[in-house]
């Protein structure tokens, strides 16, 4: 991320600003490169630039961000530099170039996760939670699964938590996961490679796959409310392993929000177990649910 400085206007890379390489940390407390007041992440605003979004054909204002580092592998070893002249040409071919594949520019709904991103990096839509390189790779990908079940659950299994804008970059530890339950866009993001966490994750399901033994026709696997299980007698079930909604800690239907619309498949949010303003559940709606689930 980009900030601006309160006192002077100046533009301050917080990667340059504030992170300490030789002790591998982030300083609290960092200087303005211009006019050298002492500054806090919390009194700075973002800095915005006006982008034209091709996928739904508008202006928009997004949170500015720049490339600070480049993690890369020449056999079996790995490095890491900071991003020279052709390497910012590069990305900016990619920025320019179109993408000839449908990839998904639904709106973000109203809700309580997914303000956060909208407030913070201006990201309204679900495509701008991309990088255009991991966002061209996706739509590549899903052009030749779209019509495989199999594959297309482990499209949903990297996606969006390994590539997107919410993978977290830690200084010191590399890259990890995102925040997990929220929607949340921290100010150093990995840009994972998609083909690479792809093929990995490929691997390590269908490992986990060969070592299970059962009979498909054994098995029932719905999506449905659970105050209605369609299907199944009254009075057949000996054993139950649940794992309920935790009131208003998982807003379920916000966080699915990315992958389904891949999917073009969104949950029926209105029997959804949850406490949520948004939806006007309170406490009271969620016990009504929760008591027709178990119920049922």
């Not at 300490?20 to 806090?40: A, Y």
């Not at 040409?89 to 449908?102: A, G, L, Q």
């Not at 490992?207 to 498909?216: C, F, G, I, Q, R």
Request: hydrophobic share 35%; proline share 4%; net charge neutral.
């Amino acid at each position: 991320d980009i900030f601006i400085c309160p006192n002077c206007g100046n533009e301050i890379v917080f990667w340059d600003a504030a992170v300490d390489e030789e002790n591998k940390k982030v300083k609290d407390v960092f200087q303005c490169d211009n006019c050298r007041i002492e500054l806090k992440k919390t009194d700075c605003e973002r800095a915005t630039e006006l982008v034209y979004d091709d996928g739904i054909k508008e202006t928009i204002s997004m949170a500015k961000q720049v490339p600070v580092l480049i993690n890369y592998s020449v056999g079996d070893k790995r490095y890491e530099k900071k991003p020279d002249k052709e390497d910012l040409e590069i990305i900016k071919k990619i920025n320019n170039t179109k993408i000839p594949y449908w990839y998904p520019t639904d709106e973000l709904p109203e809700g309580y996760n997914t303000e956060q991103p909208k407030r913070s990096h201006g990201i309204t839509h679900v495509h701008h939670f991309y990088t255009r390189r991991n966002l061209f790779a996706l739509s590549y990908i899903f052009k030749f699964i779209k019509d495989n079940a199999f594959l297309k659950f482990i499209f949903t299994s990297i996606n969006p938590r390994l590539v997107t804008k919410m993978s977290v970059y830690r200084v010191g530890r590399g890259k990890s996961n995102l925040t997990s339950g929220t929607l949340y866009v921290p100010s150093f993001n990995s840009d994972y490679n998609v083909i690479e966490t792809y093929r990995s994750k490929f691997k390590t399901i269908l490992n986990a796959l060969s070592k299970l033994k059962y009979n498909v026709e054994d098995k029932i696997i719905s999506t449905c409310s659970t105050t209605d299980i369609s299907g199944l007698d009254d009075n057949t079930i000996d054993y139950i392993f649940t794992d309920p909604p935790f009131g208003s800690n998982l807003n379920y239907s916000e966080l699915n929000f990315i992958w389904e619309a891949w999917l073009k498949v969104f949950t029926n949010n209105k029997p959804e177990a949850i406490i949520n303003k948004v939806q006007n559940k309170g406490l009271v709606e969620y016990q009504e649910l929760m008591t027709k689930c178990f119920k049922e």
